[in-house]
């Protein structure tokens, strides 16, 4: 079998093959043709050797017609099938076929052109003979060609009706280093035959045809002919005139092959392997299967799908739950272990039969024993413990009266009882928000769970992701109440105010369905994708302040604020709980260190400044651990702390109260206003002051558009009243005014600021300073009129934490008084006010007062 055995099918395929094979063989695989020149005239150019067989080669003329080809380059000597079907190629090969059969081929630059012109093609092309010519039913022409010699493309001389050009042959040059050309090609040849090997489409009748060829540009040609390559390494290769360098080339090339197909071979076995394995495995396992039912033995899946039945029966699940248990329960069963589904279906059910579906934790109903556990928990917060002992009091009741209540008709056939509590708690960092969820629990004898909803992005986080996502989980919820095994815990939600939003969902959304006692008892998360009874959960969410609360989500709940701490309720949280507490932790016995009242009262003063106790304990922490050392070191220690104990261990003061207001407002000019802030009220100074100017006014200390606008209509009202209030008219004509709010550095809004800000310029420019003792908040008007403001009650335990003793408020804020603490309304004076003139009255220093202060 020859060579054109490659092409024989093909041929045969398309029905145009006419001659016997031993013809198509003499066609495709001929000795290299050599000694080609041009002539004598220029006109023709003659071929004068004569190949083996006693043939000539054909005359070629120095003029050709040039056919454009996409993608594949026709080397001399070879054989190859192309496909016409451009109507200017089309045209070229009718007129070829009724002439000499010779033909220019040239690759062209851009396979993507159909009509390259003469600027797209490369520069080297091969002189080919046309020897069969087959038209298809679909217009095409096929042509098998012969190449003959290489040639230069040189002037184009026509475009139309197809190219034409003028070429001159270029005959390779053959080195005189036999032996070098015969290694060469010995190599080339045998890294053909390795390639051969790994791909089973080449006929062996071809391997053993190259492997026959003796002449190195034969060699080089034909294994070319048939190699896949790059256009542009093929037309390269084209394109080189030595023979030798052809060779070294296209070495380079086949050793890059043979590496390709050995990797791509390497990973074809490693496949399949794989696949081979699996197959084995599971012709074992269906080979075990059939031993086992004929031992009467269970395999280990039906094993696992009875312990799934007996978990499902077990679990308590409503009739949705369960029947949508029993149905992928039998998907189960029906699949192959191996089957990726196996393991997703597997772990969705045991979500469902592990969830806590019917069990209930019984609670404790004893009011008085809940009350004594919540004191014993905490101090004070009675708003918060008169709701929990409620809440137990209407439970109690419903199940004495219970015969009786289910004897009565119903009347609201849409709504359904709604059984659990929703709570908010609201107040400062360290008051002891989620502490208290610990301590209702425990009064309630439920179980207790907490997670953090703070920084939370994703819906997902609470609804869970649904069954089509790999590695999908349940919302946090359910994750929850699956580790506390109680469908009736106290739940605290954490944080609720520090949720956020993105492109992944509003997870605050998401959690009005968990907190609506109208629609929890059917919540469904995506992932189970059946209804959970969340009514029998008690959930307290806690948070800092309302505001980043959506409205819709704080009309679920039930606020219940916690206000911040005075500083009796601190000295008796420190005697009660914290003091224990840093005794225990710190190896100390209860008799080794007291802490005196007094010296509880100077951390307070000197080195917190805070609603809660977390830095209270803290440094009562510090000391402990310095009188630790001191035993550790065998030093002698001392049992009673007092305050000068205090300054010992603890350093210098971090805080003056009293002595910073009185320093900050002996100059006029600067008032103590009082603010309100997440973690609890402050006290805040305002500072005025005047320049050479024209009736400037500049506001600095990070202050919000509000606040602003507050500073604006304050001194509106000022120099509007200047003449009323005891000012120079003229005050403003040459002078600027500087409004400043220290710390700078933190971001102050809100109207409750303006009675201050108008207080310190009036002290401004009359020149009397204010008293150090008052602290002052309310809105006003361009009127004068003092209105009123939120956050009363934690704006006045900053002032009586500051020392302040008289108080300034809106008379329209006297309800909200009766919140104070008793201790707190005994030792502060209170002036309610309705209008500015008599906050000045009560701000300012008179001017013997002022007189009488500046001789001390």
């Not at 993105?502 to 629609?519: C, I, K, T």
């Not at 679920?556 to 420190?574: L, P, Q, V």
């Not at 106790?613 to 009673?640: D, Q």
Request: with cysteine.
């Amino acid at each position: 079998m020859s060579i054109s055995r490659w092409f024989y099918e093909l041929l045969e395929m398309l029905n145009w093959m006419e001659g016997g094979e031993e013809e198509w063989s003499e066609f495709l695989f001929n000795p290299a043709f050599s000694s080609i020149g041009p002539s004598q005239d220029g006109d023709e150019i003659d071929a004068a050797d004569k190949i083996e067989g006693g043939s000539k080669l054909p005359n070629i003329p120095s003029e050709l017609p040039i056919l454009p080809l996409r993608g594949v380059v026709v080397y001399p000597n070879t054989g190859v099938p192309l496909t016409i079907g451009q109507p200017r190629s089309i045209k070229l090969v009718d007129d070829v076929v009724s002439g000499d059969r010779l033909v220019g081929l040239v690759a062209s630059k851009n396979p993507e052109l159909e009509t390259p012109g003469p600027d797209q093609l490369y520069s080297i092309g091969t002189v080919a003979t046309v020897h069969r010519l087959f038209r298809a039913p679909d217009g095409t022409v096929r042509l098998l060609v012969q190449g003959i010699a290489r040639f230069e493309l040189g002037e184009f001389t026509a475009e139309e009706p197809y190219l034409k050009a003028k070429v001159h042959l270029k005959p390779e040059l053959v080195e005189e280093d036999d032996l070098e050309l015969e290694a060469l090609a010995r190599n080339v040849r045998s890294q053909f035959e390795h390639i051969a090997e790994m791909v089973p489409s080449i006929p062996q009748e071809l391997v053993a045809s190259i492997s026959n060829l003796d002449d190195p540009l034969q060699t080089v040609y034909t294994v070319a002919n048939f190699q896949r390559m790059e256009l542009g390494d093929a037309q390269e290769l084209l394109e080189l005139d030595s023979v030798s360098q052809k060779l070294h080339n296209f070495t380079n090339l086949l050793a890059h092959e043979v590496e390709v197909l050995e990797l791509g071979q390497k990973i074809q076995n490693e496949a399949r392997e794989e696949i081979e394995k699996m197959q084995r495995e599971y012709f074992l396992r269906e080979q075990l299967k059939a031993i086992q039912r004929e031992l009467g033995e269970q395999d280990d899946q039906t094993i696992e799908v009875n312990e799934f039945r007996q978990k499902i029966a077990k679990a308590g699940m409503p009739e949705e739950a369960e029947k949508q248990s029993l149905r992928e329960l039998d998907r189960l069963a029906r699949l192959s272990t191996a089957s990726a589904e196996y393991g997703v279906i597997r772990t969705y059910l045991d979500w469902l039969t592990n969830l806590p579906w019917s069990t209930i934790t019984e609670d404790n109903l004893d009011i008085s024993h809940a009350r004594e556990v919540l004191d014993q928990d905490h101090y004070g917060l009675e708003d918060v413990k008169e709701r929990l002992l409620e809440f137990l009091a209407v439970r109690k009741l419903r199940l004495d009266r219970k015969e009786e209540l289910d004897s009565l008709p119903e009347e609201d056939l849409i709504r359904k009882e709604r059984e659990g509590v929703i709570l908010c708690f609201v107040g400062p960092p360290g008051v002891g928000k989620t502490s208290l969820g610990r301590s209702i629990a425990r009064a309630l004898g439920r179980k207790f769970i907490r997670i953090s909803l703070g920084g939370i992005r994703d819906e997902a986080e609470i609804r869970g992701h649904r069954r089509t996502y790999i590695g999908a989980l349940p919302g946090r919820i359910l994750q929850a109440l699956r580790r506390v095994e109680s469908c009736n815990p106290v739940f605290m939600l954490d944080e609720v105010d520090k949720l956020g939003t993105d492109f992944r969902g509003d997870p605050a959304s998401a959690l009005l369905e968990v907190l609506d006692p109208e629609q929890n008892n059917e919540f469904r998360d995506h992932y189970l994708e059946v209804a959970f009874d969340l009514s029998q959960v008690m959930f307290i969410t806690t948070a800092n302040t309302l505001s980043p609360i959506p409205g819709p989500l704080r009309d679920r709940m039930e606020i219940i604020e916690i206000s911040s701490y005075t500083e009796r309720d601190k000295i008796e949280i420190a005697k009660g709980y914290l003091i224990p507490r840093q005794l225990r932790e710190n190896g100390l016995m209860g008799d080794e260190v007291v802490f005196s009242d007094e010296a509880i009262k100077t951390i307070i003063r000197s080195y917190t400044r805070e609603a809660g106790v977390r830095n209270l304990e803290r440094e009562i922490g510090g000391i402990c651990r310095k009188v630790v050392t001191k035993i550790a070191e065998g030093k002698k220690i001392k049992m009673n702390i007092e305050p000068e104990d205090v300054r010992l261990y603890l350093g210098r003061a971090k805080y003056y109260h009293t002595e910073e207001i009185a320093d900050r407002t002996s100059l006029p000019g600067v008032a103590t206003g009082l603010s309100w802030t997440p973690v609890g009220g402050e006290v805040l100074f305002i500072e005025a002051t005047a320049m050479p100017g024209s009736k400037g006014f500049q506001l600095t200390g990070s202050l919000g558009d509000v606040m602003q606008e507050s500073a604006k209509a304050a001194l509106s009202y000022v120099r509007s009243n200047a003449v009323a209030l005891g000012l120079e008219s003229d005050f403003f004509t040459d002078k600027d005014i500087h409004l400043h709010v220290p710390a700078g550095a933190q971001r102050k809004d809100g109207p409750s600021a303006g009675v201050t800000m108008v207080t310190a310029l009036v002290s401004l420019i009359s020149g009397r300073p204010i008293k150090n003792d008052v602290g002052m908040t309310g809105e006003i008007t361009l009127r004068g009129q003092v209105m009123p403001v939120g956050g009363i009650k934690e704006k006045v335990l900053a002032a009586h934490r500051a020392g302040l003793k008289t108080i300034i408020l809106p008379k329209r804020n006297e309800a909200d008084l009766e919140e104070l603490p008793p201790e707190v309304r005994d030792e502060l004076e209170f002036h309610l006010v309705d209008m500015m003139e008599d906050v000045l009255d009560l701000a300012l220093l008179k001017p013997e007062l002022e007189a009488a202060a500046a001789e001390k």
